[in-house]
């Protein structure tokens, strides 16, 4: 979904927005659909449910978190927290789901269905994303300007270390606690069910609270508090209790990191060009993702022999610690009054 980043937001801005979400969600339903009838060979899966999925999100992701910025100015955090909400209600849901429909009519038809709701879903939701402003058309496809901006450098900076931690936690913390903790198979998958659970509340919530902090400030703070929760509480503790209390500062901290970054974009380079700069932050998020889970999984097989997860948390708390750098930088380079509200 990341990769498509660029090309989304040009697409954003030179087409309806309902056009191009419609287009998104018929390209998801299609691929879950198609990878249905594929046999076991990965790299078919990589195509359809990797690539092809991929790019249909990506047409409906970049309009839905550009769009509330068009259409609020006072509340605009709150309103992007809403909208970014929406993956955390759909983890909620969708996982029990799927794992049901696989038990009782199969992978097929699990991919089958998930396919059909998708795109009707999408097909609803695409009526409402019409675009408050018409964006004037460039001559340049892809404009690079923002590259020289250091604003945007800190904030790419932040995207790649942010991203390359995120997904640690989502990841291992179930097979931390069977394995490490002794705890049971429901348990594990009980902490990704409060994470997700955690990061919607955030994504709310943090919006609310930028509202007085100010954006950056309140991004910054949320990254903070996200890699303390790995370092702090999941790093030097193995009991049940505390891996609890990890997954719920951890969501609630992390869904503050996804959602106020669009709002910060906003912020800085106004409404005109968002869809197009938010594609290009997605391009650090792709190099992160990318980066993050396949490294911390090699660090816990080779460096941990698969039964020390330290080196993987380590690895995810100090490139979190990292990202709160960068928007410490970018706090710094907007004003350097501590206490302005940013």
Same mark, same amino acid.
């Given at each position: 979904m990341n990769l498509f980043g660029i090309p989304s937001g040009i697409l954003c801005e030179r087409f309806d927005s309902r056009l191009v979400t419609f287009l998104g969600g018929l390209i998801m339903g299609l691929a879950l659909v198609v990878a249905s009838f594929c046999?076991?060979?990965?790299?078919?899966?990589?195509?359809?449910?990797?690539?092809?999925?991929?790019?249909?999100?990506s047409l409906v992701f970049i309009p839905a978190v550009s769009m509330p910025a068009q259409w609020f100015t006072k509340r605009r955090a709150l309103a992007v927290g809403f909208v970014v909400a929406g993956s955390g209600v759909g983890g909620l849901w969708l996982t029990p789901a799927t794992d049901h429909m696989i038990s009782a009519l199969g992978t097929a038809w699990a991919l089958r269905i998930t396919g059909i709701i998708v795109f009707a879903v999408n097909s609803v939701a695409s009526l409402f994303m019409r675009n408050r402003l018409v964006v004037q058309r460039r001559e340049k496809i892809v404009d690079l300007s923002v590259l020289r901006d250091p604003r945007f450098l800190f904030i790419f900076g932040g995207g790649i270390c942010g991203t390359t931690a995120y997904f640690t936690p989502l990841f291992l913390l179930p097979s931390f606690?069977?394995?490490?903790s002794g705890k049971s198979d429901g348990f594990g998958t009980n902490l990704i069910t409060i994470i997700n659970a955690a990061s919607t509340i955030g994504r709310i919530g943090t919006g609310q609270v930028a509202k007085s902090l100010?954006?950056?400030?309140?991004?910054?703070?949320?990254?903070?508090l996200a890699s303390l929760s790995i370092l702090a509480l999941w790093l030097p503790f193995d009991a049940g209790g505390t891996l609890v209390a990890c997954a719920v500062v951890y969501g609630l901290f992390c869904g503050g990191f996804i959602g106020?970054?669009?709002?910060?974009?906003?912020e800085l380079w106004g409404i005109q060009r968002i869809a197009t700069i938010i594609g290009l932050l997605y391009v650090a998020n792709f190099i992160g993702t990318m980066v993050g889970a396949p490294s #911390? /999984?090699?660090?816990?097989?080779?460096?941990?022999g698969g039964n020390d997860f330290k080196p993987?948390? !380590?690895? #995810? /708390?100090?490139?979190?610690a990292i990202a709160f750098l960068f928007f410490v930088l970018l706090r710094v380079? !907007?004003?350097?009054?501590?206490l302005k509200q940013i």
């Open positions: 046999d076991s060979a990965v790299w078919k899966l990589l195509i359809t449910q990797g690539f092809v999925f991929g790019g249909g999100a606690a069977i394995q490490v100010g954006n950056i400030n309140t991004l910054s703070l949320c990254t903070f106020l970054v669009p709002v910060v974009m906003a #911390s /999984g090699a660090l816990l097989d080779s460096v941990g993987s948390i !380590v690895f #995810s /708390g100090v490139f979190m380079s !907007v004003s350097r009054s501590l």
